[in-house]
Nanobody, 126 residues
């Protein structure tokens, strides 16, 4: 069974930064497409950033230039560095994965992914 566990969420002031992490187990991490999503209360999940086995990355327009996705294959960990945070970034953040990566046609569509973590909450004060 593939397991994804997010960490690093918390409270931050507007303009501040956080780094989220997603630790993966139960699979060969380099064969997966992996991504970050976020969900506001009462809303569906929205794509934030994705990265494939070849290192190619995609970002939502709302986070371009502020967020950076990366991975450490040796540690089986996905990261999301979030800078210049605003109240609009406050949400529950989830990591997701799909295997094999080539199945993912639209990397920022939550329907593209089978495996999900439990989420980590981010709050931003103004």
């Amino acid at each position: 069974q593939v397991q994804l566990v997010e960490s690093g969420g918390g409270s931050v002031q507007a303009g501040g930064s956080l780094r989220l992490a997603c630790k993966a187990s139960g699979y060969s991490a380099t064969t997966y497409a992996i991504a970050w999503f976020r969900q506001y209360p009462g809303k569906g999940r929205e794509g934030v950033a994705s990265i494939n086995m070849d290192g190619s990355m995609k970002y939502a327009d709302s986070v371009k230039g502020r967020f950076t996705i990366s991975k450490d294959n040796a540690e089986h960990t996905l990261y999301l560095e979030m800078n210049s945070l605003s109240p609009q970034d406050a949400a529950t953040y989830y990591c997701a994965a799909e295997n094999p990566w080539i199945l993912v046609v639209t990397p920022l569509d939550p329907a593209s992914y089978t495996y999900w973590g439990q989420g980590t909450q981010v709050t931003v004060s103004s």
